[in-house]
């Protein structure tokens, strides 16, 4: 079979737990990533669930402060169609 190298950045404890999980069912890391790629490729859909990752310092400051504006009213405006926000975003010189 030919291969070629896929290298990824992972935290150390994600691929020994990764590693020991696929060593349970009786296969490698590198089968289990195959396996995840063809289905990707299959399905062209992503299926797992981000609601164990917490959020870095950087990104819990700006959902910080994003919560506080909208506490304040200070949010962008509502639009019932995409032309009205086109149209608004021209107005900002944003388009």
Request: hydrophobic share 35%; no cysteine.
């Amino acid at each position: 079979m030919n291969t070629t190298a896929l290298y990824v950045k992972i935290e150390p404890k994600t691929k020994k737990e990764a590693q020991k999980v696929a060593e349970d069912l009786g296969l490698s890391l590198s089968a289990v990533v195959n396996g995840f790629l063809k289905q990707f490729i299959k399905t062209k859909t992503i299926t797992f669930s981000a609601h164990d990752e917490i959020p870095n310092k950087a990104t819990r400051l700006l959902l910080r402060q994003a919560d506080e504006e909208y506490r304040k009213g200070k949010t962008s405006p509502a639009f019932k169609t995409g032309e009205e926000s086109i149209t608004w975003l021209e107005k900002q010189g944003v388009l």
